[in-house]
């Protein structure tokens, strides 16, 4: 489902060109959970994001499904993120204005669902992660799980070929992580939903099915494990 | 859209104290605009109907060579035969009446002061002029009169009082020295400043006399109800005059420039300063949207990773931005309309504050405001459209950064 092809990315900082990625080749197959490893510095975070295409690549090439992106314009890879890809940020990022309902609904809403589908499927994803009866709640009203729940629920109702974490539990302790792990778990068997972590976590890296290994922008190892 | 709009709403609202000083700076613009705007608008309109009613009616005919010569009030070239003008006239839609405009100077006590003398004909002046309802003390003029009504700031500049003589000393139509001695019959109070404050005016009978006009008379003034837009009438006018050679008509705008180019002046004057206003409250929105655009840039991150387009996000600062100046602008249409109504309803009396001060317009003692609606309405819109071109420039930067560093950004 997702190829990445030989990618390298340079970052010059002052007078000197970092090599963040070199030459990283993998492919990701549908229904993956899989986490990239490695130290700060290493490259995960560059590789999720060229994945993501939230940046370009210096060379080589990342097909998602299929469709190769260097070629594709801001506004295509914009359609293309919205469509296919959901995110689920370190620090949440949920609107802060926007009720929990909203900020899971402003999903669908770029894509232009209607309005009651939009109600029926916030709804009922609300439920399946488990903020039932929190919908009108504001993000400083919910705890970082909760909130880190919402940001899950943001990235899972449009139904995307791929959910992209960055290091998701970061900013919460072990038991909360934990809830969210086996959250993604759930619904990753239940919808078939492939997810990509970013992380040195050691826990994220246990829940993985599949750890890449990542050093100074290189895979090191790419170990599958058995569900 | 909707989701667009709900967005800008409640961002305007998670920092209210922030929306509501910004969008005062804005309504406070607009309160003055409208408030000086109505003042101006009040001054001139009042001003158009003082001269109109107490200075130079809708027109005035007068010979081409007294018109060129006009400062200096020549009689010699008068109107011979005032009749064939009003002949010439007859059925054009015009009131007229006869009068006599020369330079003269007035002696009283130990001293002399150099006056505008008006020769008006009583009987027919009022279908024209206000003259007779402002007399504020003593009567209005009455033909065979020897007497003399004089603007109250002459008469108070001289020290004259109702009862008491003058003289007047001038030149006949044939140049020849004469003096008047008159009496005082009344003082006239107008709202004009230009009548009140260097004006005489005698009956026409007795100046036809004294001066050798033997009929003639320096012009006749014209009353129209199209006075506000004169040029087509004037026109036709003229057309009609075109068998009198010699005789020309002015509109009262011609005959005013002086005070349509001050009032230019001043307007312009007053865009100035409401720019300057606008610019207080531009700089009070750029401010705060600068603020509201760099708190948000890792949700706006978030937004176009989201994939959500630029385009749209632009949508969602200008609706934001467009909200504060909707609530400044409904507040300072809102307090500009309770400005200007209170000032179309009373004014200010500026009589103790300006004396005798000529400042061009011809409005004395209390002002008045107008309504203008096409401001009004033109602020609110300027007020609002302006406040979100303003978002333009932050939103757009923050636009510019990688979708990366905004998600970084601390």
Known sequence: ?227 | MKFLITLAWKNLSRYRRRTMITAAALAVGLLFFIFLDGWLQGAERESERNIIWYESGSAKVMTDEYLEDLKSMPLKYAIQDPAAVEQALEGAGVTTTRRTVFAGEIFYGEGSLFVKVVAVDPQTDEKIYRLSETVAEGRYLESGDQGVLLGEWLAQDLGIEVGEEITIRTRTRYGAFQTLDLIVVGVLNTPNPVVNKGTAFIPLDLADEALEMEGAVTELTLYFPEWRDPEAKIQSLRERLSVLPGITVESWKDLSRDFLMIAQAKSAGSSVLLILVFIIAAVGISNTMLMAVYERVREIGMMRAMGMKDGAIRVAFLFEAGGIGLIGAVIGVGLGVIANWLMVRWGIDMSTLMGHMDIGYRVAGVFRSAWHPQAIAGGFVFGVIAAMLFSIIPSSRALKMQITDCLRYE
């Open chain 1, 1 to 227: 489902m997702i190829r990445v092809e030989n990618v390298t990315k340079d970052y010059t900082v002052g007078q000197t060109v970092v090599h963040a990625l070199r030459g990283v080749s993998l492919s990701i197959e549908k229904g993956e959970f899989m986490s990239i490893a490695g130290p700060s510095g290493s490259g995960k975070t560059t590789l999720l994001n060229l994945i993501g295409c939230l940046d370009k690549a210096t060379s080589g090439e990342i097909y998602i499904v299929g469709e190769a992106v260097s070629s594709k314009n801001k506004k295509e890879l914009a359609l293309l993120r919205r469509q296919r890809l959901g995110f689920v940020f370190q620090s949440f990022n949920l609107i802060p204005v926007l009720s929990a309902y909203e900020n899971v609904s402003f999903a669908l809403s770029l894509l232009g669902t209607n309005g009651s589908e939009i109600k029926e499927r916030t709804h009922g994803i609300l439920e399946e992660v488990g903020l039932k009866g929190m919908e009108t709640r504001l993000p400083g009203e919910l705890s970082g799980g909760q909130q880190q729940r919402v940001a899950v629920a943001r990235a899972l109702i449009k139904e995307p070929d791929l959910v992209l974490a960055d290091e998701p539990t970061a900013n919460l302790d072990s038991d909360t992580g934990r809830e969210i792990l086996d959250l993604m778990v759930d619904l990753n068997k239940k919808h078939g939903t492939t997810f990509v972590f970013s992380t040195h976590d050691q826990m994220v890296m246990d829940y993985a099915r599949r750890l890449v290994r990542l050093h100074d922008g290189e895979i090191t190892s790419d170990e599958r494990r058995g569900s």
